[in-house]
């Protein structure tokens, strides 16, 4: 039996759990899971990331499977306040309002992620569940309140798939980050919204 395999077996250990720590160790575990991917992951490399013995961690998640579901459930947006997001009146202003340095952090970590547990996914459809809840849903949830908006004031067709509008951009960063290995920045996803997403929608750009 593999050392990684002892990570999905390790029996729960009978004592007191102790939850503060919790917050920092998910975190670890997101670090971890994003630069190894699930399989090069093990407990070993969370405890030491989080500066936390082996039997914490243990007693509070049992396997790895359970450790990465926790880590990846609590990655769920807590930065989008869905009652104050911008309406500029446009859909491109609603887009380029939402493009800010730490959500672009957030989103190639995000990526990282979901690269990271692809594997896991296919065998465990709780984690698939709840991956696409953390990492997917929370953006797309934003981009249909747009994409909505400008429908309701005429500005894209009535009859615009809004489902397929929403993942062109998150396809084109995917590409970019997982794909080709470069980094996301301002002017990327600018581009991206001026020539490829608002020309999908039928929204014309005025060219400078």
Not at 107 to 130: D, F, Q, W
């Amino acid at each position: 039996m593999t050392h990684t395999d002892l990570d999905d077996v390790k029996p729960r250990l009978g004592r007191k759990r102790d939850h503060t720590r919790d917050p920092e160790i998910l975190d670890a575990a997101i670090d971890v899971l994003a630069e190894t991917g699930y399989d090069g992951m093990t407990i070993d490399m969370v405890a030491a990331r989080a500066k936390a013995g082996k039997a914490t961690l243990y007693r509070r998640w049992p396997s790895k499977p359970e450790l990465v579901l926790d880590a990846v459930a609590c990655m769920k947006s807590n930065d989008i306040d869905f009652d104050a997001l911008p309406d500029t009146g446009t859909l491109r202003g609603d887009l380029i309002a939402m493009i800010k340095p730490h959500g672009i952090r957030d989103h190639e970590r995000k990526l990282r992620v979901m690269a990271g547990i692809v594997s896991m996914i296919a065998r465990n459809p709780e984690l698939a569940a709840a991956a696409r809840d953390a990492l997917v849903e929370p953006r797309a949830t934003v981009n249909r309140i747009f994409f909505q908006r400008a429908m309701d004031r005429g500005e894209i067709p009535a009859d615009s798939d809004i489902e397929k509008l929403c993942m062109i951009g998150p396809a084109m960063v995917a590409y970019s980050v997982l794909m080709l290995g470069e980094p996301i920045d301002r002017e990327f996803l600018i581009a991206n919204i001026d020539t490829v997403i608002l020309p999908a929608a039928g929204v014309r750009v005025a060219t400078q």
